[in-house]
């Protein structure tokens, strides 16, 4: 009896100690977070930043490798068949974990079955107008484009990008219609909202802001859940449409069946860096972008309300792509 109960004991202890084993030898090897967009953008450049944390960290080489291509497909195809020890992670924007599930008739990866790590950061986007177009708010601009149906046209960055969703978004709880005009990049649709070939754009808040102080463009609202202090004279879009609310995020997740000691060890480092006061200071840089820094649960949770939230909005906008 005192064997067994002995035996018992140091069984129940290794089980115990079993998690923090794996997190204690993670990692071996060096680390890759793969980019699925381009190098230079927002992604890339914070990737590149919270990287260098990580190296200190882990005392261990940390890259950053930028495969675009395909609306972010490209690089989490990769991530998703690699292989499950934490050396090769996910660092992205959330079309391929959240939006393109529900956008293309057929991926050649299952992002349900992708480990979430943690959301990163929130994005804060803004609804802005050429100056030459006669609504001086939201109110006004849902008034005008009732009372001129097709006439207002809107620049995204194509089927499924966070400027497309939010805009269609806006057409189901405002009852309007504004006309998709879909451009392979924002930097090209900025450009013809600029020059006035295009009415109106739901733009990421560093893009634009220069052209708002500018006078370039009008913003009429913000879409997050409050003002940001970078406009704080530019009403949130929920204090006239209560139920919109729109953060795209970027966001960090690992192959199938990843540890839960590796994925808890990467969240909470992330976790660390994002409070570091170079990353702050970025973040502000980069329009007032909002650390999150969450569990992988949590993460998780959020990234399932996401799905729906999206699918919904694609179902209604018949944007689904081959």
């Not at 990287?51 to 080489?61: G, P």
Request: hydrophobic content about 45%; cysteine-free; proline content about 8%.
């Amino acid at each position: 009896m005192r064997y067994t109960t002995h035996f018992a004991v140091f069984l129940a202890a290794l089980t115990a100690a079993a998690p923090q084993a794996v997190a204690q030898k993670y990692p071996s090897q060096p680390v890759t977070l793969v980019v699925p967009s381009g190098a230079g953008g927002g992604p890339d450049i914070l990737a590149r930043q919270i990287a260098e944390k990580l190296r200190t960290r882990w005392n261990q080489t940390v890259v950053v490798e930028n495969r675009p291509g395909n609306a972010q497909n490209i690089g989490t195809e990769a991530v998703f068949s690699a292989k499950p020890d934490g050396h090769t992670l996910l660092f992205t924007p959330q079309g391929s974990l959240v939006v393109n599930k529900s956008l293309y008739r057929k991926l050649s990866y299952d992002p349900d079955a992708l480990v979430p790590i943690t959301v990163v950061v929130k994005v804060p986007m803004v609804m802005v107008v050429h100056p030459g177009v006669p609504a001086k708010n939201v109110a006004e601009l849902i008034a005008y484009a009732k009372a001129n149906p097709g006439k207002l046209n809107y620049a995204s960055a194509g089927p499924g990008s966070s400027p497309h969703l939010a805009t269609e978004l806006f057409n189901t709880q405002a009852g309007v219609k504004l006309t998709h005009i879909p451009y392979k990049s924002n930097p090209s649709g900025i450009n013809d909202l600029l020059g006035g070939q295009v009415d109106v754009m739901f733009l990421d808040l560093s893009s634009s802001l220069a052209h708002i102080e500018a006078g370039k463009l009008r913003a009429l609202a913000v879409l997050t859940e409050k003002r940001n202090e970078k406009l704080p004279n530019v009403p949130a879009m929920k204090e006239i449409l209560p139920d919109y609310v729109v953060a795209p995020w970027w966001g960090m997740a690992a192959p199938p069946g990843t540890p839960d000691a590796i994925v808890n060890e990467v969240s909470a480092a992330v976790a660390e860096a994002l409070k570091q006061p170079d990353i702050v200071q970025r973040l502000d840089a980069m329009g007032a972008m909002e650390a999150v820094g969450n569990s992988p649960a949590e993460a998780a949770r959020f990234m399932t309300e996401e799905r729906k939230q999206w699918a919904e909005v694609i179902r209604a906008a018949n944007a689904m792509v081959d």
